[in-house]
């Protein structure tokens, strides 16, 4: 939330009066199911729970995508293991232990959908290209940032400053 709105205010800046809002501060208290088979599905599977004619509604989905693994985890990458970041971490490893270098190609994938008050969607998708360490290295971000090497900076995401 924090994030959505410092861009929108950087994007915005004064010309446009705003407030960003969780479900809970709108009513909207019961689990949404993330049934979808793609990012961009469960996106719109929440943004569509949110939707309402008074304000935009806005949601995402994001995870881990590795070619080794034909996609896997995906859309199950935070229940990849059934039991946290620390043992999805280590299936991830176990899984890719035959795989070395760019065998290990992999990419972070956010799908942001908005429903307009009119009822238009809008799907946005970006990726980040990287690889999967062989072994854990920092100590910020959480889920898979310590194995995701963003190779332009030389760097796991957990060991790059937010």
Do not use: Q, W
């Not at 009822?119 to 946005?124: A, I, K, Q, V």
């Amino acid at each position: 939330m924090r994030e959505l709105e410092s861009l929108l205010r950087e994007t915005l800046g004064d010309r446009v009066d705003f407030s960003v809002k969780t479900a809970e501060s709108v009513g909207i208290t019961d689990e949404i199911e993330e049934n979808g088979s793609t990012f961009e599905e469960n996106a719109r599977i929440k943004a569509r729970a949110l939707a309402s004619e008074r304000y935009i509604s806005v949601a995402d989905d994001s995870g881990l995508s590795v070619d080794a693994l034909g996609g896997a985890p995906g859309v199950y990458s935070a229940r990849y293991s059934g039991k946290g970041d620390a043992e999805n971490n280590r299936k991830l490893l176990r899984e890719l232990s035959d795989r070395h270098g760019g065998e290990r190609r992999a990419r972070f994938v956010t799908a942001v959908c908005c429903i307009l008050p009119s009822g238009e969607e809008l799907m946005l998708r970006g990726e980040c290209e990287g690889l999967i360490l062989e072994s854990p290295r920092g100590e910020g971000g959480f889920g898979y940032d310590p194995l995701f090497l963003y190779e332009p900076a030389g760097k796991s995401f957990a060991e790059m400053s937010g």
